[in-house]
């Protein structure tokens, strides 16, 4: 499959997949067509580790940690009490996230509210947003 083809199939512009092949995650092989730029085809595999890519950034991966997930997923295949503890580790990651989330959700909310009473009262305070009011 050419570039333009497995980036559309992949949901990725074709400049993305040139990016993650410089980095080494998409190995493509080349073909003797295209002269002094050989047409890169790309595989099924290329394709797993594009699905790798995506699950790693949607997890908040770095893509050197994905890098290195996709090196060791292709070289020995990536044991399943291995990916139980990465996934662990960002769960704890997505947890904690959550919970600035849901702060700076309340904080907001609290902000609208105390803007919509026309700013009388307290001012609502993020660094204790259970959403505090500031003095």
């Excluded at 400049?15 to 073909?31: A, D, H, I, Q």
């Excluded at 085809?41 to 995506?54: K, Y």
């Excluded at 700076?104 to 803007?115: G, H, P, Q, S």
Aim: charged share 25%; glycine share 10%.
């Amino acid at each position: 499959m050419l570039i333009s083809d497995f980036a559309r199939a992949n949901g990725l512009s074709r400049e993305t997949v040139r990016f993650y092949v410089r980095l080494g995650l998409l190995r493509p092989t080349t073909s003797s067509k295209g002269g002094r730029r050989p047409y890169q085809l790309f595989t099924d595999e290329d394709r797993q580790a594009a699905e790798v890519i995506r699950v790693g950034q949607s997890l908040g991966l770095s893509l050197k940690e994905i890098a290195a997930l996709d090196t060791e997923r292709r070289e020995n295949g990536i044991p399943p009490d291995r990916l139980t503890d990465i996934l662990k580790a960002q769960l704890a990651g997505l947890e904690a996230k959550a919970g600035e989330l849901d702060t700076m959700i309340r904080f907001v909310r609290a902000k609208i509210e105390w803007l919509a009473a026309g700013g009388h009262g307290p001012h609502p305070n993020l660094g204790r947003c259970g959403c505090d009011a500031a003095p």
